[in-house]
């Protein structure tokens, strides 16, 4: 079975640039996640979506971030302009458990570097 | 809103010892506590998790132990072998979903 899958795996940017990572959560998996990784942090939470709803978006700096998750699979999160603060991981995670605590599959995720 | 303060932030043992990781929270409604292991360059994945109707759980050399009445929470790993040696995440959830994890711990198992 194929894990959650992210692109791209690296990027760098100069600042005000956009940028975007895209995710495939597992199949059948309807909650998918974005979390924020600093350096030498834990994961932070940006935003969850139950299929295509994001049911909790309270973390996301809206000013310049954004998500988007189309029917209810595939998820897109994009930074417009970037900032140096932005560089970090950029993990996606999907779960099958839907309303209920469970394990959470994260992918590989996507390092960007804002110069 | 819930914290999570893990300690120690870097831990080294020699290889057969026991390592000890510990965490606190700050929200007694948490009810979901879990345990990433997120190897260099790897993604976290899930060790270990424990449910706060439950006190303590195992799972061969792996156990977790929980302590509603101080808010805290522990991971055990015995007869550490170098392939342990990763940053270890401790979590805790109120909110179905919605983990708050800690600070992470770098184990070091040395051969």
């Known amino acids: 079975e194929a894990g959650v899958v992210q692109s791209p795996r690296y990027k760098i940017i100069e600042k005000k640039q956009p940028v975007a990572f895209w995710c495939n959560p597992i199949?059948?998996?309807?909650?998918l996640y974005w979390y924020l990784q600093n350096l030498g942090q834990g994961p932070e939470l940006l935003i969850r979506y139950e299929n295509e709803e994001a049911v909790d978006d309270s973390q996301l700096p809206k000013d310049r971030f954004s998500a988007e998750r189309l029917k209810g699979v595939d998820s897109t999160l994009k930074i417009q302009p970037a900032e140096l603060g932005d560089s970090a991981v950029y993990l996606c995670?999907?779960?099958?458990?839907?309303?209920?605590?469970?394990?959470?599959?994260f992918g590989e995720g996507s390092r960007l570097t804002v110069l | 809103g819930e914290n999570v303060e893990q300690h120690p932030s870097t831990l080294s043992v020699q290889e057969g010892d026991s390592a000890v990781i510990k965490c606190t929270y700050s929200?007694?409604?948490?009810?979901?506590f879990p345990w990433y292991k997120q190897e260099l360059g790897k993604r976290p994945q899930l060790i270990i998790d424990i449910r706060s109707n439950v006190g303590e759980k195992k799972d061969q050399r792996i156990a977790v132990t929980l302590n509603k009445t101080a808010k805290h929470f522990s991971l055990h790993i015995t007869e550490t072998q170098p392939e342990d040696s990763a940053v270890y995440f401790c979590?805790?959830?109120?909110?179905?979903?919605?983990?708050?994890f800690g600070q992470g711990t770098t184990l070091q198992v040395k051969p």
């Open positions: 199949s059948g998996h309807n909650t």
């Open positions: 979590a805790a959830s109120i909110n179905p979903g919605k983990l708050i």
């Open positions: 929200d007694s409604a948490s009810n979901y």
């Open positions: 995670a999907s779960s099958s458990v839907g309303g209920r605590n469970g394990e959470l599959f």
